[in-house]
């Protein structure tokens, strides 16, 4: 997997393409204030450092650090990915039967369907 640094859209910080044709690339985006990941077209997530005041690199490497620990779950098909006309979401395996009492389908990043 090659990962794409930077884009056309200067607040692009990475993009990781996807490995398989259910999905479309994670995009890695400097918002200023958060970095949002986009999971293809199942649904993003915001990553804010949120602690005590720290310096811009300390803020930085925190945020960095939250990113990679979801990044590595969902290479390792731990973490599941839905959608539903407009509203998607993400979590761990199973997690989707709580958001809602009709049946979805989920997928992980391999292209497999979650169990």
Not at 35 to 53: A, I, Q, R
């Given at each position: 997997?090659?990962?794409?640094?930077?884009?056309?859209?200067?607040?692009?910080?990475a993009?990781?393409?996807?490995?398989?044709?259910?999905?479309?690339?994670?995009v890695?985006?400097?918002?200023?204030?958060e970095?949002?990941?986009?999971?293809?077209?199942?649904?993003?997530?915001?990553?804010?450092?949120?602690?005590?005041?720290a310096s811009a690199a300390s803020k930085a490497q925190a945020i960095a650090r939250d990113i990679i620990e979801e990044l590595a779950m969902v290479f390792d098909d731990?973490?599941?990915?839905?959608?539903?006309?407009s509203s998607g979401g993400?979590?761990?395996i199973g997690s989707r039967k709580t958001f809602s009492k009709v049946q979805i389908s989920a997928k992980?990043?391999?292209g497999k369907d979650s169990p």
């Open positions: 997997m090659e990962i794409e640094f930077g884009g056309e859209d200067s607040s692009i910080i993009t990781v393409p996807a490995v398989d044709a259910s999905w479309k690339p994670i890695i985006r400097d918002d200023g204030y970095v949002t990941v986009f999971y293809g077209d199942f649904t993003h997530d915001h990553y804010k450092y949120y602690g005590e005041d731990q973490i599941e990915f839905w959608r539903t006309g993400m979590g761990p992980l990043w391999s």
